[in-house]
């Protein structure tokens, strides 16, 4: 099938590139000539594992044409995806790019050529058959129907973005009337998993009851978390691996435990980030408003995380005392591993906390420090190596999970750090494995029970 994809993101182009894969003829539409140069020349503007490969494959083969002409590239095609953003403005949703999308398509829609747009941006419910179909009928002169309209959320993670699109749990395909459905659905005839074909407004309603369920998860496990910080005698990792244990969450097959991917939300760490949670629960919570529906969970869910940041300084300043004009260290700035994705990242938020207790940052991250120029902006120093990072610094605090941290070698940071206090924020580190040097303060943990105290650690200072 011939397909438009308007939108180079994360989403439009990890599309793109699976689709033209899949053996679709791609044109991929961007309004940015510099990302449109990158991808031309066969190189992904973020990091993303495996997608630059595939990327290089579908330019050379043909599949995939990356262009900023809509116009005849909706021309040509059979169905166009909008793949644009959805940020917040002021915890709404903005629909400014979509509606933009729309009102272009639109133009483009002919009458004696049936044509299906397809909403993939995620979507409050309504904005589909609401806004986007009346844009589009506004700029063609048509009526839905003699276009078709549908709405096919997407559910792909960074990181794991081409695995995700490959193998999906599902496919949700949200249809005006059956024959949009229809030729949404054929898109996918090659992919084995189900495809649920529904109303436009569930297919919204569904991917942010999803993120909503992964926001609370989290939220549940940081709050089980600061509880724990605050009752000597008790461990989250011990507690969250007592509630794993639960057959409902983690069954027994073939006499063999399961243990779900999910089990990974149900752990503590520093808050959910990234572009997608955040922001799609204050939509959602801010669409429920508008139609008069109160969302205590999710009021909570949200409290809870923007409260995380505060609650692991506030861990340091207990055990470090005051942080002004300690030096501070942060292993991590994206908001996960295996990404560079910075927006919303609780590493960020932890910075800002430190900074407002006029402790000085370094920071590092194997990833983001060669690919976002944005950081260019900061307050605080980034430095383009780890041991740069924790050389003659106060404390270290890791905030990003990446696999790398793990495996430092934790002797030399003990020697190069002033004092060798680390404050672990995703329980990477066991303090079985730690040199006895380290003063390892775990979140989660109540400081009872982490390896020092404040004498460990003048005495520590003084060495
Ligand atoms: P993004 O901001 O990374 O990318 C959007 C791209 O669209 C940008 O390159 C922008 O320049 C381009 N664009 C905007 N308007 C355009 C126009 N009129 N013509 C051509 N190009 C235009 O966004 P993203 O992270 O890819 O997310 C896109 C949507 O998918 C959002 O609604 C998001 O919530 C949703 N989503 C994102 C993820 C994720 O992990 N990032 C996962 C699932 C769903």
């Known amino acids: 099938m011939h397909i438009t994809i308007v939108g180079a993101g994360y989403v439009g182009l990890t599309t793109g590139v699976c689709l033209a894969a899949k053996g679709h003829a791609v044109w991929l539409v961007e309004q940015m000539p510099d990302r449109i140069a990158t991808i031309k020349d066969g190189k992904v503007p ?54 933009q999308a729309a009102l272009t398509i639109g133009k483009c829609l002919r009458k004696n050529k049936y044509h299906v ?187 809870v995380n923007i409260n995380r940041g505060g609650q692991i300084v506030d861990l340091l300043e207990k055990s470090l005392g005051s942080l002004a004009d300690r030096t501070v260290a942060v292993l991590g700035l994206a908001f996960k591993p295996d990404t560079d994705d910075l927006r919303e990242s609780p590493a960020l938020k932890i910075i800002a906390q430190l900074e407002a207790k006029h402790a000085k940052v370094r920071a590092y991250d194997p990833m983001v420090q060669e690919r976002v120029p944005a950081l260019a902006k900061t307050t605080f120093n980034i430095c383009k190596t780890a041991d740069e990072v924790y050389a003659n610094a106060d404390a270290l605090v890791i905030a990003t999970g990446w696999k790398e941290f793990k495996e430092l070698d934790w002797q030399e940071v003990a020697n190069k750090m002033r004092t060798p206090l680390i404050l672990d924020g995703r329980r990477l580190l066991s303090s079985k494995n730690m040199p006895a040097k380290i003063i390892l303060q775990s979140i989660g943990v109540a400081n009872d029970q982490n390896t020092h105290s404040k004498a460990d650690l003048q005495e520590s200072a003084r060495k």
């Open 117 to 303: 747009v397809v909403v993939k941006s995620t979507v409050v419910p309504g904005t589909t058959d609401g806004v986007v179909r009346e844009t589009l009928e506004e700029g063609s002169g048509l009526t839905a129907g003699d276009f078709g309209l549908c709405m096919n959320p997407e559910f792909l993670r960074e990181g794991t973005a081409v695995e995700d699109f490959m193998d999906p749990d599902r496919i949700i395909i949200g249809q005006w009337d059956e024959q949009s459905g229809k030729v949404a659905s054929s898109l996918y005839e090659q992919f084995s998993c189900p495809i649920i074909t529904t109303t436009l407004r569930n297919a919204e309603l569904v991917k942010y009851s999803s993120n909503a369920l992964l926001s609370v998860l989290i939220s549940f496990s940081n709050e089980i978390a600061s509880i724990c910080e605050n009752l000597p005698g008790t461990d989250v990792e011990t507690i969250m691996n007592g509630l794993h244990l639960d057959r409902r969450l983690s069954p027994i097959v073939n006499q063999k435990r399961v243990s779900p991917q999910i089990l990974s939300y149900l752990r503590a760490g520093c808050g959910f980030g990234g572009s997608c949670l955040p922001k799609d629960v204050n939509a959602l919570r801010a669409f429920a408003r508008s139609i008069d529906v109160s969302t205590p969970l999710l009021d909570a869910t949200i409290k």
């Open 46 to 99: 973020f990091y993303e594992p495996g997608l630059e490969d595939l990327l290089k494959q579908v330019l050379q083969n043909g599949n995939l044409v990356v262009t900023s002409d809509l116009a005849s590239s909706v021309e040509r095609s059979d169905a166009t995806f909008i793949a644009v953003g959805t940020p917040n403005l002021n915890d709404n949703i903005d629909l400014s790019q979509v509606i």
